[in-house]
């Protein structure tokens, strides 16, 4: 896994608690991302095992909203996200590398 | 239930036509998460004011609609002939109506820049001297945007669904939206070039 700028973003904000239960607009809002660049970043996560999914339970106080998709890091994704991002802190200059190639799977990997 | 009806009915429309895009099986489940995050947008209590809202639920389902083309387009969808008989089974049309498509895209094109030429009028005209000039730098705007259009008409080899001189009427009549509308839908663009059997 290449980590690019909103790729790390992203497993900050899942780090900062991994049990903690994300859902689309959360996560976009956390991370200041677009949704152009934040699902297809799911989708592949997901597709890694890295991320887990679940539907929201149909509250009665939720006043007719539909259901909302939660995102959680699994364990395996949580242990390879703090590696990567410490390995990205870890290294001087490494924001400029990274923004420079795209991951595999993203467009572009600029910031 | 939500502050805005009529946006978050255009924003989920919008979501729909990018979900046909996916392969059936993975289609209805990515459309009811992505339908289901507008509400929460559109009541967004953090975001002032609640036009921002309505930007940001559009350019949330502009998003998606870049999403799913690059999931369709990466190997979660598999080959193409699989995408295609997958999109066979899922009972819906086989892909989105390219013509409404195309009129939502150019529509919310017109809606923004009219939204950026109203800003421009009322920013440069309430200053101290409020003169004409700023409705001047607009009208430049909408002839300079007007030419370009016309030019493209008399330069294009092929123009989609109507005839030329017609796009010419429609880009002289409405300023703006005719030229927008002559771009995004009656442009052959050299991505999309007209297939060879309907030029014979």
């Known amino acids: ?111 | 239930m939500s502050r805005a009806p009529a946006v978050r009915r255009i924003a989920e429309w919008l979501i729909h036509a990018a979900c046909r895009r996916l392969p059936a099986d993975e289609r209805g489940e990515r459309c009811r998460e992505w339908t289901a995050e507008l509400p929460a947008i559109l009541d967004d209590e953090s975001v002032h004011p609640p036009f921002r809202r309505t930007l940001r639920a559009l350019a949330f389902s502009a998003g998606i609609s870049r999403t799913t083309r690059r999931l369709s387009r990466s190997s979660l969808a598999g080959s193409r002939r699989t995408r295609e008989s997958q999109w066979r089974a899922g009972g819906l049309p086989a892909r989105p109506s390219d013509l409404a498509v195309r009129v939502a895209r150019g529509l919310v094109v017109w809606l923004v820049v009219v939204a950026g030429l109203v800003t421009l009028i009322t920013v440069l005209g309430t200053g101290p001297h409020p003169s004409t000039w700023p409705l001047l730098i607009v009208v430049a705007l909408g002839v300079g945007f007007d030419v370009y259009c016309l030019e493209d008409i008399a330069r294009a080899a092929e123009v989609r669904y109507l005839r030329k001189w017609l796009w010419v009427v429609i880009c002289l009549i409405q300023m703006p939206l005719g030229g927008i509308l002559y771009l995004s839908i009656g442009r052959v663009g050299p991505a999309r070039p007209v297939p060879p059997s309907s030029l014979s």
């Open chain 1, 1 to 111: 896994m290449k980590l690019t700028g909103p790729l790390e973003r992203v497993l900050k904000v899942l780090v900062a608690d991994p049990a903690a239960q994300h859902y689309g607009y959360d996560l976009m809002k956390a991370a200041r991302l677009p949704s152009g660049t934040l699902y297809p970043m799911l989708a592949r996560l997901q597709q890694e095992g890295l991320l887990d999914s679940q539907w929201e339970e149909q509250r009665p106080d939720a006043g007719g909203r539909p259901p909302r998709k939660y995102y959680r890091l699994t364990a395996e994704g949580a242990r390879v996200a703090r590696l990567e991002l410490a390995r990205a802190s870890a290294e001087p200059g490494s924001k400029r590398n990274v923004a420079a190639r795209p991951a595999h799977g993203t467009q572009g990997g600029a910031l």
